[in-house]
């Protein structure tokens, strides 16, 4: 994501006597690394952080540049290619660093926090064609768009909807009709004005479920249970999802029913639990669209073991095939709900924190680290993953979808389940 344009730093020389030549253009200088800093404010909610030291290391850890967050919570400096990066908030805060960095990166603690518009709900009215007298409700989703109503026997039944201020014009519905004996059958309309007061869908066809039969090979032995949980998409908005969760069958499949048709706007996920209670680590695997066979042991990050503290240096090993690894993620705990969180290229087993300058207090002395790989086949390989947003959280970069399809991401909270996202 380049949410904000590169500044470039434009340097002139000659003799001081003289005016510079008019037709001459001057050198351009490396791009600056920009730095989005924001501070938690609680109810998930991450504000612009002003006054933060952001500092800017050489590749042999001189400190080459040093800046401070404005009100946007943005800085902007100067250092060569491999260098790092360092933010010490303010009030001895959480520190983050980002190792082998290069001009022109744009970093992020948090992505930039947008307040949200305005939103009100409104009301129109939806009508359905009639799916028999054993229905027991009926149901309507789309983007910003939710309705529910019951109805039985011939002829068109007519249920209100809720609709947001900030849903699309135009978008996908999906209708669903729950039978008293437990079945559940759909009709999918496509670009409906959804802007409508009235919507009318009783032209259209209920339609059975469609099974999404999947298998899986080279599943872990201590594998306890799989959830899965599907969405149609519409844009950028869900429009339906459900979920479902146990074991696999003899056959080793685990089917799932969903709204007929399927293609390029859905999104599937699998997560494989672990553990004696299914609550250790696990493993998941998401896609746009349905793949009928998964080799779970060739999506998996690798683990990192044996994790140690030296003073505030920390060193790991790895388990598992390195090739797989797009970056290493480490949280030093410092007390008080404080930690001191890095992002390295997947090849590093040591993060040696850099020398602060004397006026920065350094923070209490780490008394635990948490370390854990990236994962996926992005072509953009490492510098994708330290420019991201959501990297300094390896669950939520997990759950953000790849802009490509076919293009897969992973990340692992310490104790959590890892991610991996199609």
Known sequence: MKLLAAFVVLAAC?????????????????????????????????????????????????????????????????????SSVTVVTPARGNLYSWVDVAPGDHLYTTPIYVAPPTVTIGTANVILPSDGDDVSSYGVSGPRYQASGTGSGAGAVTI???VYSDAPKT???????????????????????????????????????????????????????ISASYELLSGN???WGAGSSGLLAANGQFPIEAPAPIDSH???????????DGHGNGFAVSFRQPTPMLDVQALEPPDATAATLSGYTATWDIAGDPTHATGVWVMEDLGNGASWTAILPPDRRTFEPPALPPDLDWPAGPTHVHVTFFGGNDPAGYAGLRTDPLVMSPFGYAFSEPATPGVYRSGMEPDGIPIVYY
């Open 237 to 239: 908005h869900s429009v």
């Open 171 to 225: 978008g996908d519905l999906v209708a669903e009709a729950t039978h008293t004996d437990g079945r559940h059958r759909y009709l999918v309309a496509r670009d409906v004005a959804i802007d409508s007061a009235l919507v009318d869908l009783s032209s259209g066809t209920w339609a059975d479920a469609t099974p999404l039969p999947f298998a899986f090979t080279e599943i872990a032995a201590d594998t306890t249970s």
């Open 266 to 276: 859905s999104v599937m996920t699998f997560i494989f639990h672990r553990g004696p």
């Open 160 to 162: 209100m909807a809720s």
């Open 14 to 82: 000659g003799d001081p006597q003289k005016a510079p030549d008019a037709g001459a253009m001057p050198d351009a200088g490396p791009a600056p690394i920009t730095v989005y800093v924001s501070f938690d404010a609680g109810s998930n909610y991450h504000y612009a952080q002003a006054g933060a030291a952001v500092l800017f290391f050489d590749p042999t850890g001189n400190l080459v540049d040093r800046q401070v967050t404005g009100s946007d919570g943005l800085a902007r400096g100067n250092a060569p290619e491999h």
